[in-house]
């Protein structure tokens, strides 16, 4: 049930842009973005509903597919402080809370 | 707010003991998650509470973990006994539910727990 992230890991130089997918085999309702810098906890980036909307704060951005059951995050011009690892985290289900889990996340290294 | 209190931050333990992990939402919070993470598991979901009922324990490992949300603002997470396998980084985080569904969740810095 746990959602398939990849790639597993990936390295950037700063200001180059990368993409993170996230996909299950099961229809999604929301797809929740998390970032968690080592040693600390999780932050919340943002929450996709279904029906394909983009959301975006500053360079990052992220598309949710409910009918390909995929979400992508995406990182533009990428930061230093982008580093980190990304959790996708989705929702699946009709009723309420049912079945949220973490994908296994994606290890982010942008260098200078 | 001062966000998600968990405590202890650290602790270690001996195989055998009984651990008590404690956690404080944020104000207003309807909604908390406990979850464990490690290196081999990733981020697993223990258990969450809506309105301080348990909705969903099904990622409780075994008998041995349970967890209580005795009012709005504290929450525990206890082994017993503790094994070595339970060393483990405990995060508690709490959110806000509107209407429906989960939203974003805020997390504690995590207990980071060692069983040896």
């Known amino acids: 049930q746990q959602p398939v992230q990849s790639p597993q890991a990936v390295i950037l130089r700063e200001g180059e842009d990368a993409v993170i997918n996230c996909s299950s085999s099961?229809?999604?309702?929301?797809v929740h973005w998390y970032r968690q810098k080592h040693g600390e906890a999780p932050v919340f980036l943002m929450i996709?509903?279904?029906?394909?909307e983009q959301k975006g704060h500053d360079k990052i951005s992220a598309s949710f597919n409910e009918k390909k059951q995929q979400s992508s995050l995406y990182l533009t011009a990428s930061q230093l402080s982008y580093s980190g690892t990304y959790f996708c985290?989705?929702?699946?289900?009709?009723?309420?809370?049912?079945?949220?889990?973490f994908g296994p996340g994606t290890r982010l290294s942008v260098l200078p | 707010d001062a966000g998600v209190i968990q405590s202890p931050r650290h602790e270690v333990t001996e195989m055998g003991q009984e651990v008590t992990l404690r956690c404080k939402p944020i104000?207003?919070?309807?909604?908390l998650f406990w979850y464990r993470q490690t290196m081999m598991r990733g981020l697993e979901l223990l258990i969450y509470?809506?309105?301080?009922?348990?909705?969903?324990d099904s990622g409780m490992p075994e008998d041995r973990f349970s967890a209580k949300m005795p009012n709005a603002s504290f929450s525990t997470l206890k082994i017993q006994p503790s094994e070595p396998r339970d060393s483990a980084v405990y995060f508690c985080?709490?959110?806000?539910?509107?209407?429906?569904?989960?939203?974003?969740?805020?997390f504690g810095q995590g207990t980071r727990l060692t069983v040896v």
């Open positions: 099961k229809a999604l309702y929301s």
């Open positions: 996709l509903l279904k029906g394909g």
């Open positions: 509470f809506n309105n301080n009922v348990p909705i969903d």
């Open positions: 985290g989705t929702e699946k289900g009709d009723n309420y809370g049912q079945n949220f889990v």
């Open positions: 104000s207003g919070h309807n909604s």
């Open positions: 985080a709490s959110s806000s539910q509107g209407s429906d569904r989960y939203t974003e969740a805020f």
